[in-house]
């Protein structure tokens, strides 16, 4: 996801309504992608993970913070993919999840495009859970962020996958992007029963 210090300096208006004709498109794209619940088993281990046949390779972790990009993708100031696993230990039912939920949505409208939301109730076999689509951005590149926001062992976890393109013209390649792989990395996401356990990411080295 990108810090707070860089959404300041977002992409404006005419960037902004291209992005908003690509979240559209998007949203054409997933109406038939039904979204699987979390499943039960968790890793016990966190520093790296699987997601959609890839290898992700614990980067950085702080307050909660965990940070993961594939092995060829190092550089924390450039990277193309990541996973990141936000651990809020305060949030512990499904209204505090609503409300974490909530918030995090506030933040995404106040700093890009939200592209779509998504709300599963809770069952007698799963916790509730909600997924934001969002594109956000700077003058100097675009990200698609897919977050789902999850009870994982009774604690709230916000499980983001993020896709940067970067350049000045990066509204066009991201919508090619978000169209061609948005609806399989949600559905992805969504049915991505290996979140490791909020216990497991607590072991991770901390930075300073």
Request: charge should be positive; glycine fraction near 8%; aromatic fraction near 6%.
């Amino acid at each position: 996801m990108l810090p707070s210090h860089m959404m300041e300096r977002l992409l404006k208006s005419a960037a902004l309504r291209v992005l908003a004709v690509i979240a559209g498109l998007f949203v054409l794209g997933t109406a038939v992608v039904a979204a699987q619940g979390p499943g039960s088993t968790s890793q016990t281990k966190a520093t790296t993970l699987r997601f959609d046949g890839k290898t992700y390779v614990h980067r950085w972790s702080k307050n909660g913070q965990n940070e993961y990009t594939p092995p060829s993708d190092p550089d924390l100031d450039r990277w193309h993919d990541m996973i990141t696993l936000n651990v809020n230990e305060s949030v512990r039912n499904g209204e505090q999840l609503a409300t974490m939920a909530n918030s995090i949505l506030a933040n995404y409208q106040k700093h890009g495009k939200i592209v779509r939301t998504d709300s599963k109730p809770r069952t007698p076999q799963r916790p509730a859970e909600h997924l934001i689509v969002a594109l956000l951005g700077n003058a100097t590149l675009v990200e698609a962020a897919f977050a789902r926001i999850v009870l994982v062992d009774d604690v709230g976890v916000v499980a983001v996958y993020s896709h940067r393109v970067y350049g000045k013209d990066a509204a066009g390649p991201i919508g090619e992007w978000l169209q061609k792989n948005g609806p399989t990395v949600e559905k992805t996401l969504m049915g991505w029963d290996n979140i490791p356990p909020p216990a497991a990411l607590r072991k991770l080295p901390q930075s300073n």
